[in-house]
């Protein structure tokens, strides 16, 4: 794709999200502050859905994966322990001329501050030898600010997963192959944020650690990444999009053994979605000898104690929703006129329905407003009654919501009302009754 046209679809999105209320920029009566966002009512219905989406299949549909919710702060010697201090950076170059910082291992996605046609390789101007830059956010604990108080904001969730791994165990009895999961805000001060909510220096993860025999790592790498692949297709992405992306040895992060992304081609290019990671047993033995707490695991099924060792997965909400509204796009012509249709899953979608009276007379809208009453109990669902027919049609599909419901003249008759899908258009009528049933086989899947 052409960088106009990139700019040109991520400029749709981001228009989308402003104006229908998925996103805004952070502080914006102030001018906005550089890569933080807010989630409007429907982005906040979206991520939250996204979270459930996940959380169901990773701890509710499993009998061996316990949730988990570790706080942010942890003990600033954690940061030491898991190598973050001394190794979670990226290497940083400065331009002397347009006085821009980049990522020197990410030159050719950056663009020159003077010229931004260009990269900072094609520009002409001067860059600094690279330095390396820890990507953690440092803050003082309590009311004292020196060395002894520094603490960090953490870059990861994984860490407060490894540090309960014994409470878990212990509170919840499992036994290994289990799993923790955990959804939870992260912070990195990311040299080049950008590319709307893709890269942030707030963002929210999904990570789980499954604990394993250290034998049978290969065979629960595999069957991880294959998890994650599923899970993907049963959130509605195409398929075609995704791809499989193998690190190589430079590329592997100081933990792990093997590592493979998921990764979505987005506008700007394929770029990670998720990581599927072999951590060996890198993380509680480091854990373990700073604390001098037995880490290691035993059962009768074993002859010795061993130390675990994890395959992750991690997943960025943020970069999720990212992915869903890039993939669910669409604009076409309905009667002369372009349309955008934002085609997200029914499981995930803010609005699981609309309710509108065809006319505001005749008791449609008294009938339309009791439906509504009734859904409201078990789905997210909108009422409107103001504008022509067609135009609500509109206000929904740009919103997401994949069904509209509409009392008409037959309704009042034999209670029947149009339930039009958005993907299709078509319309099948149903009483209410038969409308609980059908959203909620198509919201829960
Ligand atoms: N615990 C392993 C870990 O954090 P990672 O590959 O650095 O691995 C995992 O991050 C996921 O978190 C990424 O695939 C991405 O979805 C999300 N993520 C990482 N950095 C991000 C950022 N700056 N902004 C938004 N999402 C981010």
């Known amino acids: 794709m052409t960088a106009k046209k990139t700019n040109d679809m991520m400029d749709k999105i981001v228009s989308l999200c402003k104006r229908r209320g998925f996103v805004y920029p952070s502080s914006e009566i102030y001018g906005g ?8 009512p429907l982005g906040a219905e979206l991520k939250r859905n996204i979270d459930s989406f996940w959380w169901d299949a990773m701890t509710n549909r499993r009998d061996d994966i316990e949730g988990l919710d570790a706080s942010i702060l942890m003990h600033p010697q954690v940061w030491h322990t898991s190598g973050h201090v001394e190794e979670f950076s990226d290497p940083l170059v400065d331009c002397k001329t347009c006085k821009g910082r980049f990522r020197a291992d990410k030159l050719e996605e950056s663009r020159c501050l003077l010229k931004p046609s260009k990269t900072p390789l094609e520009c002409g101007g001067e860059l600094t030898p690279p330095r390396r ?44 192959p289990f799993g923790i999961a955990q959804i939870g805000k992260a912070f990195r001060n990311e040299i080049t944020p950008g590319n709307f909510i893709f890269r942030t220096r707030e963002f929210e993860q999904m990570e789980m650690q499954y604990f394993i025999h250290p034998d049978e790592d290969e065979k629960w790498f595999e069957y991880w990444r294959e998890q994650r692949w599923q899970w993907y297709k049963a959130l509605g992405i195409n398929m075609d ?49 700073a604390t001098g707490k037995d880490l290691r695991y035993f059962d009768e099924r074993f002859p010795e104690k061993f130390i675990p060792y994890i395959i992750e997965t991690s997943a960025g909400c943020d970069r999720t929703l990212l992915t869903v509204l890039v993939d669910g796009y669409d604009e076409i012509e309905v009667k002369g006129e372009k349309r955008v249709f934002l085609r997200l899953s029914p499981r995930i979608a803010p609005i699981k329905a609309a309710v509108f009276p065809l006319v505001k007379k005749d008791g449609m809208p008294e009938f339309a407003r009791n439906v509504h009453q009734q859904l409201k109990k078990r789905f997210k669902v ?37 339930v039009r899908e958005r993907d299709s258009m078509e319309q099948t009528r149903m009483k209410t009754e038969e409308i609980i049933d059908f959203l909620a086989d198509k919201v829960r899947g």
């Open 33 to 40: 502050l550089g890569s933080c966002w807010d989630y409007g």
């Open 382 to 418: 909108f009422y409107d009654e103001s504008g022509a027919v067609g135009r609500r049609y509109a206000r929904m599909d740009e919103a997401g919501c994949p069904y509209c419901i509409t009392v008409d003249g037959q309704t009042l008759q034999d209670e029947t009302m149009t």
């Open 241 to 289: 999009k995704l791809r499989w992306h193998e690190h190589e040895k430079d590329e592997l992060a100081h933990y792990a053994k093997k590592a493979y992304d998921i990764e979505y081609e987005y506008p700007f290019g394929w770029q990670e979605l998720e990581g599927v990671h072999n951590r060996t047993d890198f993380d509680l033995t480091r854990h373990m000898e």
């Open 133 to 176: 830059f820890n990507l953690m956010f440092k803050t003082f604990m309590g009311p004292v600010e020196d060395e002894s108080s520094i603490t960090y904001i953490r870059p990861e969730t994984a860490q407060g997963i490894y540090v309960n791994f014994l409470n878990v165990k212990n509170s919840s009895r499992q036994k290994i």
